[in-house]
């Protein structure tokens, strides 16, 4: 019994330890978390849009994927919120992992830069063909790559539109881009 | 351990706001028309109105003109195709049919199909002469992904050659098989397919799938008869270091177009760490079987080689079957190794090593 009771103090003793160092880290995190407080007044997201769009939104994760990889069980959980959201340059190299998407979004909608860009012959025409390749590659779109947009461009759009939920329009927009991951330049 | 030897993953706030597949550039290069975004990094000139330029010694450091980063909209960028790296390899997919015990990339099973477009626009601008490598996951998971992959590639008259990784279930449809081939006419296209063992028993308990052999075989045998080049993959483990013989015996007497044989020492990442007690065999213990597999590239006319066996860890007889095999990204070599008069044409380890028989032996060659 005095074993078991011996083996119990050292387990109180270990876990008051690593309680210690736990919160030694939260005072740390915190500190940083400070530190970087202005972040949050700085947009982080691509932000073509104000909203979020739906296909970003089902890829939260990945901005975290690096953590995966440091995880030592190397399983699926996902990954737990981490308390700093806008901590510069982890340092984690992972080229096999999913490239990050946004996973916020702030409202400040940069239409005047989309129309802008839209109005330029030539940008436009690389958008529209960026649009095309990308519809394709999705198995919607089985037209010419020409950055033309004509009508069989127009109706893959609008199909990619419906399968994520997203408003049928005429035109291209923001919102659209931005889940086919075409940064507005 | 020491650092990998080449960097690739960069910050600067500069880089807020831009996401997604974007080149590199350090000059204006009216040639170069591609459809990516550009980001100007430490330009001697002005590069324009309207444009992301500015200075970043690190990231100017590790990147060539023309390189394609993946940004992630915070600052992030991972240089994902250079000019400098020694292997450029995209993700396509995190999805897979088999879930390999020591899976270094373990799958998730995500709506990710995007990345096939980003891989297309990045191969598009980087427009190489040298093999890009495609990894998953499956990148041949949804047959019609990887047909519109090459179609598109083709559309734009690219032949940057290929080198793709895969468990070759897709090809035991004939017909993807053929459709493969044919798309890819006037590209070189290299596939390498795993086998892990001559029986179903092995090789489905190592890829934790039942059926993945039978369907591996007779992607095999389809892939070879439609003249799609396979490099052949054996990764030795507990379960199968003795058969690796027996293995090479049957895919060279039995597939067509086996143009190499792959023998690789485990990673120590993913899945395979937390199997790495039930699966890691030291080379040591089967130095036999490698030697006497090696012989066999001379029998069937086939490069056996071996990839991530540091020198000091096989025989020296056959030292010259063994690569420099491990992506620069992950490369390191222990403090030991400089004093190692074969360290210039030894592979080292991978960065992710954690166990003492990673040190190289006491004997220093």
């Given at each position: 019994?005095?074993?078991?009771?011996?083996?119990?103090?050292?387990?109180?003793?270990?876990?008051?330890?690593?309680?210690?160092?736990?919160?030694?880290?939260?005072?740390?995190?915190?500190?940083?978390?400070?530190?970087?407080?202005?972040?949050?007044?700085?947009?982080?997201?691509?932000?073509?849009?104000?909203?979020?769009?739906?296909?970003?939104?089902?890829?939260?994760?990945?901005?975290?994927?690096?953590?995966?990889?440091?995880?030592?069980?190397?399983?699926?959980?996902?990954?737990?919120?981490?308390?700093?959201?806008?901590?510069?340059?982890?340092?984690?190299?992972?080229?096999?992992?999913?490239p990050?998407?946004?996973?916020?979004?702030?409202?400040?909608?940069?239409?005047?830069?989309?129309?802008?860009?839209?109005?330029?012959?030539?940008?436009?025409k690389n958008i529209i063909l960026r649009v095309q390749l990308t519809l394709s590659a999705l198995n919607l779109y089985k037209g010419k790559l020409d950055g033309i947009m004509g009508?069989e461009t127009?109706?893959a759009v609008?199909l990619y539109?419906?399968?994520?939920?997203?408003?049928?329009?005429?035109?291209?927009?923001?919102?659209?881009l931005?889940?086919l991951g075409i940064l507005?330049? | 351990?020491?650092?990998?030897?080449?960097?690739?993953?960069?910050?600067?706030?500069?880089?807020?706001?831009?996401?997604g597949p974007v080149q590199?550039?350090?000059?204006?290069?009216?040639?170069?028309g591609s459809m990516l975004p550009?980001?100007?990094?430490?330009?001697?000139?002005?590069?324009?109105?309207?444009?992301?330029?500015?200075?970043?010694?690190?990231?100017?450091?590790?990147?060539?003109?023309?390189?394609i980063?993946y940004?992630?909209?915070?600052?992030?960028?991972?240089?994902a195709l250079?000019?400098?790296?020694?292997?450029n390899?995209l993700l396509v997919t995190?999805?897979?049919?088999?879930?390999?015990?020591?899976?270094?990339?373990?799958?998730?099973?995500?709506?990710d199909e995007i990345l096939f477009a980003y891989a297309a626009q990045s191969i598009i601008a980087f427009n190489s002469?040298?093999v890009i490598g495609i990894s998953g996951?499956?990148p041949l998971l949804t047959p019609n992904y990887i047909i519109n992959f090459f179609t598109i590639l083709n559309q734009f008259e690219n032949k940057t050659p290929l080198h793709i990784?895969?468990?070759?279930?897709a090809?035991?449809?004939?017909?993807f098989?053929?459709d493969f081939h044919e798309l890819n006419k006037e590209r070189f296209v290299?596939?390498?397919?795993?086998?892990?063992?001559?029986?179903?028993?092995?090789?489905?308990?190592?890829?934790?799938?039942?059926?993945?052999?039978?369907?591996?075989?007779?992607?095999?045998?389809?892939?070879?008869?439609?003249?799609?080049?396979?490099?052949?993959?054996?990764?030795?483990?507990?379960?199968?270091?003795?058969?690796?013989?027996?293995?090479?015996?049957?895919?060279?007497?039995?597939?067509?177009?086996?143009?190499?044989?792959?023998?690789?020492?485990?990673?120590?990442?993913?899945?395979?760490?937390?199997?790495?007690?039930?699966?890691?065999?030291?080379?040591?213990?089967?130095?036999?079987?490698?030697?006497?597999?090696?012989?066999?590239?001379?029998?069937?006319?086939?490069?056996?080689?071996?990839?991530?066996?540091?020198?000091?860890?096989?025989?020296?007889?056959?030292?010259?079957?063994?690569?420099?095999?491990?992506?620069?990204?992950?490369?390191?070599?222990?403090?030991?190794?400089?004093?190692?008069?074969?360290?210039?044409?030894?592979?080292?380890?991978?960065?992710?090593?954690?166990?003492?028989?990673?040190?190289?032996?006491?004997?220093?060659?």
């Amino acid at each position: 019994m005095k074993k078991v009771n011996g083996l119990v103090k050292l387990f109180t003793g270990f876990a008051a330890l690593s309680a210690n160092a736990n919160a030694s880290e939260d005072v740390k995190m915190a500190e940083d978390s400070a530190r970087f407080d202005f972040l949050d007044e700085v947009e982080t997201a691509p932000l073509n849009t104000g909203e979020l769009p739906i296909y970003l939104a089902a890829h939260r994760s990945h901005a975290s994927h690096a953590s995966h990889r440091s995880s030592s069980g190397g399983g699926y959980r996902a990954p737990a919120k981490p308390k700093l959201k806008t901590v510069p340059s982890p340092v984690y190299s992972d080229p096999l992992g999913q490239p990050s998407r946004p996973n916020e979004t702030i409202p400040s909608a940069d239409e005047n830069n989309f129309k802008k860009v839209m109005s330029d012959k030539e940008k436009r025409k690389n958008i529209i063909l960026r649009v095309q390749l990308t519809l394709s590659a999705l198995n919607l779109y089985k037209g010419k790559l020409d950055g033309i947009m004509g009508k069989e461009t127009r109706d893959a759009v609008n199909l990619y539109r419906m399968n994520i939920g997203q408003q049928v329009k005429e035109k291209l927009d923001i919102e659209v881009l931005n889940s086919l991951g075409i940064l507005i330049q | 351990m020491n650092s990998p030897l080449r960097q690739d993953l960069f910050y600067n706030d500069s880089l807020k706001d831009i996401f997604g597949p974007v080149q590199i550039l350090k000059r204006k290069d009216s040639d170069l028309g591609s459809m990516l975004p550009k980001i100007y990094i430490n330009s001697i000139v002005d590069c324009g109105v309207d444009v992301v330029q500015f200075n970043d010694e690190m990231i100017n450091q590790w990147t060539t003109h023309g390189d394609i980063g993946y940004a992630d909209g915070k600052g992030k960028i991972r240089v994902a195709l250079s000019q400098s790296a020694n292997a450029n390899t995209l993700l396509v997919t995190e999805r897979c049919d088999n879930l390999c015990l020591f899976c270094s990339q373990p799958p998730r099973n995500v709506n990710d199909e995007i990345l096939f477009a980003y891989a297309a626009q990045s191969i598009i601008a980087f427009n190489s002469k040298k093999v890009i490598g495609i990894s998953g996951g499956e990148p041949l998971l949804t047959p019609n992904y990887i047909i519109n992959f090459f179609t598109i590639l083709n559309q734009f008259e690219n032949k940057t050659p290929l080198h793709i990784l895969s468990n070759g279930r897709a090809f035991s449809r004939k017909k993807f098989a053929n459709d493969f081939h044919e798309l890819n006419k006037e590209r070189f296209v290299m596939v390498g397919v795993p086998l892990y063992g001559t029986t179903s028993k092995v090789h489905d308990r190592l890829v934790n799938s039942h059926g993945a052999w039978s369907e591996t075989i007779a992607g095999l045998i389809n892939a070879g008869n439609a003249g799609i080049e396979i490099e052949l993959r054996i990764i030795p483990t507990q379960y199968n270091f003795s058969e690796i013989s027996s293995i090479i015996e049957l895919a060279a007497s039995c597939f067509n177009h086996i143009a190499s044989i792959s023998i690789m020492n485990l990673e120590q990442t993913g899945w395979a760490k937390r199997n790495w007690s039930e699966l890691y065999v030291e080379p040591e213990s089967y130095q036999d079987e490698l030697v006497k597999s090696c012989q066999m590239s001379k029998r069937f006319g086939i490069d056996i080689s071996l990839f991530n066996y540091p020198l000091c860890h096989i025989p020296h007889e056959i030292h010259h079957h063994a690569k420099k095999s491990i992506s620069d990204w992950k490369n390191v070599y222990t403090d030991t190794c400089d004093s190692c008069i074969l360290k210039s044409n030894c592979g080292g380890f991978f960065s992710s090593v954690k166990d003492k028989w990673t040190h190289p032996e006491e004997r220093i060659l």
